[in-house]
């Protein structure tokens, strides 16, 4: 009984929330430019007065993260300290600097009967982000959906829910300050997990979702979600070296592409190389690699060329690991090269490395990949180095935003149509 | 046991169609435009010179509907005559003739590290179009996503089976004319409900779910589906006669807004009009409407002045009546427009008469429609009217597409960055 009315009036705090959200959507949809930047910078300005607060919070997580034996990876994820908190501020200030990304004309045309449509630029509404322990996240999801004039429902991992909390509470006041509702970034304010299954139902409230996470948490919210999902799955991604590769071009590559930082979606798990080529190519690739620390899984020619290469198995063609580990497989031509990417990754970041113009275009135009490279390194998959000032993640599915998902691609349209009294014949 | 048997063979029957449409898919995808264009045409000749058969084929889904006592609307949805396959056959014709939606580029720019990157249409991949009795939606839906470079997985209604089959093995005749996968173009070969279930659930296979047809299958679609939807609910459409509108302009824009065809989704539903203008513009034209054989339902003030007004109750206000039934309102001001609109509304299409500019600029910015239009009939919301040439259906959501569903929008983007061997900075 008491589970029920518990969760009963969890169910009513959550509508409460969502009906909040779609009301300052609307507010916040038709909010001036520089209303939306000085929310930003007075945020920032409150990340850097609260300081104090807001690593007392952090430091509540951290006990409570410790107790409950969080390992030094997760520790590391969920710590703020001063040098982090200022780095939340300068994403704010950074994210104020972006254009208004609402109100842009995409396209404009008239017809014969002298309809003029345009075709503009509008929020997309609530966004609902479910990430997991980092803090950063709340302060950079809520900037990205303030300044795309979208209402954003933060649900963060329960490690980090009194940085959070704190955090909001700088957005808030940036909000308030700029004369915004304060409910345009609202945190769920539990941890219970039955919170994310009730937002999941929420469609009347939030238009879409936007999970950041291990393959768990979006996996369930695949399995739940009645709402539009924008969500970023594994990054499977590919360096391939063409016979026609340049043999500097090849290490450099090769080496930022997986060992940069391991750990990040863009890096690259799988090295392929032309088989003729790789007796010639290949050693000076995997010495490098080697050398900066990372192990080899080759199939039979790569183990021939390179003695400390471990066997690879079919399973490591289609694993993200995420770690200093590379798998090396020998493909017969361009063509063997794009079937297996097209098969095995999974469609995130794949990079070609050619001096051949023509090799390099067939595998930009068939390889099916969100993103697709040459001559440079899987690692430039990043809404920020492709110049959208910061981005919520990157998106895997094919609908609405594929890629980096920043302020623009958290927008919708909608069509202006000017006329002047013009009726449809029959 | 038997049921068993049979609901596992159908799974594996829709499976093996899945994977069938997802390698169709990948070679249409690099199908150049000629191919494509002589496939829609080759189709649009083997429509014209097969006609008997197809005629054959409807005259069985005909006597089967009056045999389970179809009505009148229904049976002439199906029906299918020499007319309308011509019609279908041009349809064919004026796709092929709409510029590729692939390939396009989007946008391109420079980044400061001379990475070159280019946002590109391609293919959304699969797409399942599930739609109700009318056979014309099998050549139409078939031939847009041929058009866009995707595979298509058609399931039409039961009681058009023996039509689109017909009309599919025509589709695939082009195809195979023009050397394209035949599986390019696939109807679901069972009238069995639980395909449809199948369908759903195949996000392998099934890159969006394009529904077109009544409430409960949108609701099907909506509750079962695993993968992402492209959907068009309901039209409640508005006009709004702003006190500053020409008279004139007012009743002719109005009758063709609600009149010219009641059974679309762009017809006006709901009529607001400013009290203080009421008296001067509203007689003339409800004169008109009920002329034309218009049922009005009106608030105390419409009452007032047009006795033939019925009340209007609250349950008006959200009705799409699809029929010769016009809700009307008065309101206070621009302001209550606006908000009637945003609140009753379907955020599909919705118009202001005025001759106010200021006023025609904040209802087009504040009313959060898909359509927004200013002096024109709602009955222009069409791909056709908009210039897309044709249109799978007029999506209500908010992602990926909104408005009307043409060959551009049937695309994804990929980003194709090219580089001279740059590497990721630390």
Known sequence: MATVLQDFSLEQEMQALGRAARAAAQALALAPRPAKDRALLEAAAAL?????????????????????????????RLMLDPKRIEAMAQGLEAVAGLEDPVGRELARWRRPNGLDIARVAVPLGVVGIIYESRPNVTADAGALCLKAGNAAILRGGSESFHSSRAIVARLKEGLAAAGLPEA????????????????????????VI???????LIERVYAESRIPI?????????????????????????????????????????????????????????????????????????????????PASEED???????AILAVKTVANLDEAIAHVNRYGSHHTDSIVAEDAAAAARFLSEVDSAIVMHNASTQFADGGEFGFGAEIGIATGRLHARGPVGVEQLTSYKYVVRGSGQTRPV
């Open 48 to 76: 850097r007065d609260q300081r104090a607060a807001i690593l007392d919070a952090n430091a509540q997580d951290m006990a409570a993260a410790r107790s409950k034996g969080l390992g030094g990876a997760m520790l590391d």
């Open 210 to 216: 936007v999970p950041r996470g291990g393959r768990s």
């Open 230 to 310: 924008l969500a970023h799955l594994e990054g499977n991604c590919h360096t391939y070296l063409h016979a026609s590769a340049d043999p500097k071009m090849a290490v450099e590559v090769t080496l930022n592409a997986k060992m940069r930082r391991t750990g990040i979606c863009g890096a690259t798990e799988t090295l392929l190389v032309d088989r003729a080529a790789a007796e010639r190519l290949l050693p000076p690739v995997l010495d490098a690699l080697i050398a900066a620390g990372c192990a080899i899984r080759g199939d039979e020619t790569v183990q021939g060329l390179e003695p400390r290469a471990a």
């Open 184 to 207: 345009a970034i609202q945190l769920v304010p539990t941890v219970d997990r039955a919170a994310v299954g009730i937002m999941l139902r929420m469609s009347e409230h939030i238009d």
């Open 317 to 323: 063609w289609r694993t993200e690991y995420l770690d």
